[in-house]
């Protein structure tokens, strides 16, 4: 079993709709980090969570750490969020999800 | 204020071939950290660097190695080339490391034949 699981692995949506990615983790941490990786490679920290939860414009991050679970949401999606989301726990050693695709269509 | 500069961006070598890749961080930043994506396995964490010296290192092999310059700068060098080594290579650049709240790189796209 991976120590970090996203899912859903890939996710297509409509322009405008809330969108929720989940990570869930086993291990412990004291942070945890969502980026966001757009085609061609360039990668963008989204967000630094150790508890509770963070805004930055449309994207809202939360964590819980005793479920051990985290969720990335999206309001009012856009075609420019198509990106590849990662969540990532650790702090010395960083350990990577999969990540989730997610294509907004207009 | 210039961002993490990878070169090169796109590379081709040859199995048993060694090869070089350089990383300027952001100026100022004293840490820099690599990591290797690829579609099987997804980004792993290869190393990390502060100020000239090896913080933290990633489950690979000896032949991947690095190093940071008085500047700040650092290279990663990977020997005798496998096939399962192409990937794309990144690196971040942050004031004092140890978390993901960094600047990456474009990357550089290591293809082995």
């Known amino acids: 079993k991976n120590e970090v699981e996203q899912s859903p692995q890939n996710l297509t949506a409509q322009e405008g709709e809330f969108i929720t990615i989940n990570c869930s983790y086993s291990v412990g941490i004291s942070a945890l980090h969502w980026l966001q990786q757009h085609p061609g490679g360039g990668i963008v920290s989204l967000f630094m969570l150790s508890s509770g939860k963070k805004k930055h414009g449309r994207l809202i991050a939360t964590i819980n750490i005793q479920e051990k679970h985290s969720s990335l949401h999206i309001t009012a999606s856009h075609p420019r969020d198509s990106a590849v989301y990662i969540c990532a726990v650790g702090d010395d050693k960083i350990i990577f999800g999969k990540g989730t695709r997610l294509h907004i269509l207009p | 204020k210039a961002g993490v500069t990878q070169t090169p961006r796109y590379l081709i070598k040859t199995r048993g071939q060694q090869v070089t890749l350089s990383c300027s961080p952001i100026?100022?930043?004293?840490?820099v950290s690599w990591y290797q994506q690829t579609p099987g396995q997804g980004l792993q964490f290869l190393f990390e660097y502060f100020s000239e010296t090896q913080r933290n290192k990633g489950n690979f092999p000896g032949r991947f190695s690095g190093r940071q310059f008085s500047n700040s700068r650092s290279e990663m060098n990977v020997s005798t080339l496998e096939l399962g080594d192409s990937a794309l290579y990144l690196c971040?650049?942050?004031?004092?490391?140890?978390?993901?709240?960094?600047?990456f790189g474009q990357g550089t796209r290591l293809t082995v034949v």
């Open positions: 100026s100022g930043h004293r840490s």
């Open positions: 971040a650049s942050s004031l004092v490391g140890r978390s993901l709240e960094a600047f």
